[in-house]
């Protein structure tokens, strides 16, 4: 690469970049895309939550019957066509909904950073909204994760009741299985989390839990562009249980790789990582774990989804 820095070749590019990240309601959406806000900053990724492109209030899906997970009580067709204006750069007025009140706050101007990141239940519902999406990405808790993360997030930062998450949850259920679910298929990449073969306990102790990144074959590539492991250092260094398993499947006629990572690795090894990316890439600093004697399997997959992420605007640079 001839770049002394390539997101100064983001920041000067035209071209928005969009990420579009699918799952059901607190699965963990914004924790795997976290790693790319930390390495390009503020100046360069924004976010829309399609929370903001639901139709109806949580007084009028209470009154019809149904949850925001069916795709009536969304507007996607507007989110469809204010898609297609940022990618062109041009501003839109954004909806804002407000989780504390349940009802719509007034619209707000809202103007595309070079990478935008889209984050929903309904992210990869349409061939509308898929059409403009550069990399996709869904995630797929084990639902007794997920409900124990939805019961910690709504009754905590929510303020709703502990009773009133658990009906929730088993009215969406149906829901998730008819309409969320099946978005999968349409994802670059598939992230399952289960609680540790270490330990259920590590997971509220630690945050460490059972890691699984699905992935389909790369279908462009760059010369020089590798991840690797230190093995030494894994031996070396660590004093803490860590896994790591790759198994191939066939899901609708694709081949798929299923990375399996699990427990906790010596940020070390992590560290030897980021600057690999680092010099591969010509995307510096990546330092999105500082200070840590251990990163997860959930921040490891972070890490490898930021490298195949970068491949892939490079790739769009490179060929544009």
Known sequence: MDYKNFKDTIAASPYIFTIGVAGDSGSG?????????????????????????????????????????????????????????????????????????????????????????LEGLHTLFTPGLRKYLDFTLFVDPEKQVKYDWKLKRDVIKRGYSRDAVLKEISEREPEYERYIAPQKEFADAVIGIDYSRHGQQLGEERNVYQVTLSQTRMKQSIENIDLSLDLYSILSLSERNFSLEFVTSEHDGHRMGRLIIDGELSAHVVKKLEHSIEKQTQVHPISIFKDRPYVTAGELAQLILCWRIIHRRIFLETNR
Do not use: C, M
């Open 29 to 117: 959406k914004t924790t795997f895309t976290q790693g790319v806000r930390s390495i390009f900053g503020n100046d360069l990724v924004s976010t829309i939550t399609l929370d903001d492109y639901h139709s109806l209030d949580r007084a009028g899906r209470k009154e019809q019957g149904i949850t925001a997970l069916d795709p009536k009580a969304n507007r996607i067709d507007r989110l469809e066509q204010d898609l297609i204006q940022l990618r062109r750069g041009v501003p839109i007025h954004k909806p804002v909904y407000n989780h504390t009140t349940g009802k719509f706050d007034p619209p707000v101007v809202f103007r595309p950073n070079k990478i935008l990141i």
